[in-house]
């Protein structure tokens, strides 16, 4: 990936997590290609926030593949949103294992939302 400047993200302001479904992000890749994604959740760790990304298909729907971007998000001196690469394996570890507790906190909502 280039670096944040070149990654794009639409202000989330006061978003809650249904809006989120309907904010892109447009990443643009090291090849120059650009890639669409949606914002699956933000969330915050060890006093840094992270934002999870699902790419979408051609056709702008989710991909099979399940394949998501994490990355640092914060904003900048003039509220701009701005991704940053997670570069420190364990940071990253501990992210992706923060992403997982939410995924499976969402899911046990889920069925008991259904029953």
Do not use: Q
Not at 1 to 16: E, F, I, K, Q, V
Not at 22 to 34: K, N
Not at 63 to 80: A, K, L, T
């Amino acid at each position: 990936m280039n670096d944040n400047d070149n990654r794009n993200a639409t202000p989330l302001g006061s978003l809650d997590d249904d809006d989120m479904e309907d904010v892109r992000v447009t990443l643009t890749m090291d090849d120059d290609s650009e890639l669409e994604c949606r914002i699956l959740t933000i969330f915050d760790l060890n006093e840094a926030d992270y934002i999870v990304l699902l790419p979408l298909d051609e056709n702008g729907e989710d991909n099979e593949e399940g394949e998501v971007f994490i990355y640092r998000y914060f904003e900048n001196e003039d509220g701009e949103p701005r991704l940053e690469d997670i570069e420190d394996e364990e940071e990253y570890e501990a992210v992706a294992d923060r992403f997982e507790e939410l995924l499976d906190e969402a899911e046990w909502e889920e069925l008991v939302d259904d029953n």
